[in-house]
């Protein structure tokens, strides 16, 4: 079936340092890619999405290309702050019936 | 618009318990989804539905789960016979329809002891 894996966490980083985090899938066909946030003590919130090959999604800094080739969807900022410390879950969507299929999720931790 | 709304947002219970969780959709919403989140997991999908009808129910989800979507509106789980197992966070989410983008609520979070 469907899957995604993410790279392991946590990930400490100092402020203003470049940020990648991995995220591969395995589907069948071509389902829409997401990455969606979950901050200390909130709910999950989309983060940025791409729907087709080559789309990058982008949003507060951040960004994700969808590359077909090597079915990665890897998660990027150039320039981090201590109010992106969150955990980082990549997700697809499934094809048939919409629900989302969630990679195990990574921790950030940005220090000043 | 107030989002998605989940009550409670913590339950504590004894193993062998029946415990009911509800979920108050985006208004127009048609779909509402179900997800368990366990510590240092992503969300896993339990089932979905469009308007009132359930249309999946992931393997996870045994017989002593059941949810209902009455009217389409708001929806219920509930666990009966709960166990140790299924302590974690229920989060449910709903989207206006398949292909748009899912809205989670904040979550209950459940401890069986």
């Known amino acids: 079936g469907d899957s995604v894996t993410q790279m392991e966490g946590p990930v400490t980083l100092s402020e203003e340092a470049f940020l990648t985090i991995n995220c591969t899938y395995t589907a069948t066909g071509y389902p829409s890619l997401f990455w969606y946030v979950q901050y200390p003590g909130e709910g999950l919130q989309l983060l940025l999405k791409a729907t087709k090959a080559d789309d990058k999604g982008s949003n507060k800094g951040f960004e994700a290309t969808y590359r077909k080739e090597t079915t990665s969807f890897h998660l990027e900022k150039g320039s981090v702050q201590v109010s992106d410390s969150a955990v980082y879950f990549c997700a697809l969507r499934d094809n048939q019936g919409g629900k989302l299929i969630f990679g195990q999720g990574t921790e950030l931790s940005v220090k000043p | ?113």
């Open chain 2, 1 to 113: 618009d107030t989002g998605v709304s989940q009550n409670p947002r913590h339950k504590i219970t004894k193993r062998g318990q029946n415990v009911t969780f509800r979920c108050d959709p985006i208004s127009e919403h048609n779909r509402l989804y179900w997800y368990r989140q366990t510590l240092g997991q992503g969300p896993e999908f339990l089932t979905y539905f469009q308007n009132e009808a359930q249309l999946e129910k992931s393997r996870l989800l045994s017989d002593r789960f059941s949810a209902e979507r009455p009217k389409g509106s708001f929806s219920t789980l509930e666990i009966q016979r709960t166990e140790q197992g299924d302590s974690a966070m229920y989060l449910c989410a709903s989207s206006l329809d398949r292909g748009y983008e899912q809205y989670f609520g904040p979550g209950t979070r459940l401890t069986v002891t």
